[in-house]
């Protein structure tokens, strides 16, 4: 709609200029009411425009479902007095792996 706008005002400032200048009117009035009627007119047509590019890309998307996965840490019990050498080697790595989830495939461009 901004483009719209933007390309109704040039072409009125365009048309402003195109046509020789009128006694009964100054070119800032005509560029005035061309620029009201231009604005207008390229808003309307770039959202006609818009909608009818939605529509025709629009047929293309798919939609898809997804699942939410939530995982959780294990918690460490304040409890629990064991220390680094007495914990078995997988609870001992600084790095947490998640699980692997199983690759996604995607439908379109969506």
Do not use: C, W
């Not at 048309?15 to 020789?20: H, V």
């Not at 070119?27 to 939605?54: H, K, M, P, T």
């Not at 939530?70 to 078995?88: F, G, K």
């Amino acid at each position: 709609m901004f483009l719209g706008a933007l390309v109704g005002a040039v072409v009125a400032f365009v048309l402003t200029l195109a046509f020789p200048e009128n006694p009964d009117y100054g070119r800032l009035q005509v560029f005035g009411f061309l620029l009201l009627i231009g604005v207008a007119a390229g808003v309307a047509l770039f959202s006609l425009l818009a909608i009818l590019l939605d529509r025709v890309v629009g047929r293309k998307v798919h939609n898809v479902r997804a699942d939410r996965v939530e995982v959780h840490e294990a918690r460490v019990d304040e409890n629990d007095t064991r220390t680094d050498t007495e914990m078995p080697e997988s609870e001992t790595s600084s790095e947490h792996n998640p699980p692997q989830l199983p690759p996604t495939t995607h439908e379109g461009n969506a």
